[in-house]
C-alpha cells in the first residue's frame, strides 16, 4: 500500500514539473480574450530625464526621492522619483486604469484596474 501511495504521488510531482507543451499559453502570457493589461506612460508636458536612474548597485537618491521601479514602453526601469507625486504628475495608466504605489524596494509604480 505505501509503495502505492509513493508511487503515485511521484506520479503527481513528475506532472507538476512538466514543460509546456508547444503552443500552449506560458505562464504570464496574455490569453486570447483577456483583457489588455493598462500600461503606464508619462504624463503631457511631464519628463523622466532628470530623475536619476537608481537600483541596489547605484547611489542612493537624493532627500525626499524614493528608488521606484516601473515599466515604460516595455521596459523595465529604477528611478529616483518623489513617491507621493510620482502617479499624479509624472506617469498615468492607459485605459481608465489608476496608477498605485507598492511597497516593496524598490516600490514599484503599476496599474489598477478600474
Known amino acids: 500500500?505505501?509503495?502505492?501511495?509513493?508511487?503515485?504521488?511521484m506520479l503527481g510531482l513528475l506532472g507538476a514539473c512538466r514543460t509546456t507543451q508547444e503552443g500552449a499559453p506560458q505562464e504570464g502570457a496574455p490569453q486570447?480574450?483577456?483583457p489588455r493589461e493598462a500600461s503606464l506612460s508619462?504624463?503631457?508636458?511631464?519628463?523622466?530625464?532628470?530623475?536619476?536612474?537608481?537600483?541596489?548597485e547605484l547611489p542612493a537618491c537624493a532627500e525626499g526621492r524614493s528608488c521606484i521601479a516601473f515599466t515604460l514602453e516595455g521596459?523595465?526601469?529604477?528611478?529616483?522619483?518623489?513617491?507621493?507625486?510620482?502617479?499624479?504628475?509624472?506617469?498615468?495608466?492607459?485605459?481608465?486604469?489608476?496608477?498605485?504605489?507598492?511597497?516593496s524596494y524598490?516600490?514599484?509604480l503599476r496599474c489598477s484596474s478600474p
Not at 1 to 9: D, K
Not at 42 to 56: D, N, T
Not at 75 to 100: F, H, I, P, Y
Open 1 to 9: 500500500m505505501s509503495r502505492l501511495m509513493g508511487g503515485l504521488l
Open 32 to 34: 486570447e480574450g483577456a
Open 42 to 56: 508619462v504624463r503631457s508636458g511631464a519628463s523622466l530625464e532628470q530623475a536619476p536612474v537608481c537600483g541596489a
Open 75 to 103: 521596459q523595465r526601469q529604477a528611478r529616483c522619483l518623489d513617491a507621493t507625486t510620482a502617479c499624479s504628475e509624472l506617469l498615468s495608466c492607459s485605459d481608465g486604469a489608476s496608477c498605485v504605489v507598492m511597497e
Open 106 to 108: 524598490p516600490l514599484q
